[in-house]
């Protein structure tokens, strides 16, 4: 992926420790959203580990398979997942996250939904429809009362 | 509590296979998992507990 791809600005990330660059790492986690707003993509190893910020992809191929309307950012993806092991996770301008391996793209995320699920609003939920709009309204949960 | 609107998918892509075109209105039971699982299974050669940090992340800035 390094090798596939060059700076477009001093690395930010780089010479911290390998214990602060961990994805699990909640004050990493602020930082990288701070730095998703500049140009240029993030390397992250297989173990978690951000190796570099702001990289421009430098990888291309004609065996990729992306739906048309997709821009730069994902073919960038799209090619760099064919020509390395990487899996692209794309943040779209529209807000949906796609997923990109081997040159396909396997996933597409609205955030909504991703923040439904893990929000955990399953359990007892009021079902309304309204024509084409299905409304599912959580039911409000219980707070331990303190002794 | 707020109302949660539930059409805001209009198409998954499971598998790596054909578009699936879900309709306003049509809500699988509990497809929001069943997505993930499928996307998570694509790619195995990944720590999943990684991969789904990872994809987490790019929600939060997505959003």
Redesign the interface.
Known sequence: MLARSRPLILDPLSGHPESSLHVANLNLRGTIKELAQLDGAFVVSREGIFLSACRYLDAVTAEVNVPLGLGSRHIAAANMSAVTKAVGIVVSESSVVRLFCHGHLVGEIIPEVWMMDHAQLGGAVKREQVGELTILTPSLRQTPIAK | ?G???????E???L??GP?IQI???D?PKRW??M??E??LC??T???P???E???????????
């Open positions: 509590m109302k949660v609107r539930s059409f805001v998918i198409r998954l892509n598998l790596g578009f309709r306003r209105g809500y929001d998992l997505m993930f499928s996307i694509q790619v050669e990944y720590d507990e990684v991969l940090s990872l994809i987490g992340l790019a929600v939060e800035i997505a959003r």
